[in-house]
């Protein structure tokens, strides 16, 4: 997985700190309105609401992926958090790395007794589909 757990009172998440947008470093590539503004403080979180059945969620539209386990760490480098290009018919989209999956691990309650993934997995969000302009029906 490429986040980390932290130790967390169920009852609270608070803002623990905050990022300032600055002109240069913004995000101008996605297409879309979550670009930072220069001199504006975006919070930054380290936990997240318990969850339950009312538990109130933002569905974005980001572009992410996951990848299988050997190019999570190809090369000995990790891609947990980095942009990678996805490229399909001719078209290129960048998309945040966000988790793995598993090529190594499966058939068990850890995985949801589901198998190993192939070694050549690029699971993307709707949003990587819809920008390379891919039929979503599509599956493996």
């Not at 169920?10 to 220069?38: M, P, Q, W, Y």
């Not at 386990?69 to 947990?80: P, V």
Request: a positive charge; hydrophobic letters at 30%; one cysteine or more.
């Amino acid at each position: 997985m490429c986040f980390s757990v932290h130790e967390v009172s169920a009852a609270t998440c608070n803002v623990s700190g905050f990022i300032h947008g600055k002109g240069r470093n913004c995000n101008r590539e996605t297409g879309l309105d979550n670009r930072c503004v220069a001199g504006k403080r975006y919070p930054q979180f380290r936990c997240s609401p318990p969850v339950s059945a009312k538990t109130p969620a933002i569905l974005t539209r980001q572009r992410v992926v996951t990848l299988s386990s050997g190019w999570l760490r190809l090369d000995g480098t990790n891609r947990c958090n980095k942009k990678i290009r996805v490229n399909a018919n001719g078209r290129s989209v960048l998309a945040k790395v966000v988790d793995e999956c598993d090529s190594v691990n499966g058939c068990d309650g850890d995985h949801g007794f589901e198998p190993p993934c192939r070694n050549n997995v690029v699971n993307g969000s709707p949003a990587v589909w819809k920008a390379l302009r891919l039929n979503e029906t599509i599956s493996d």
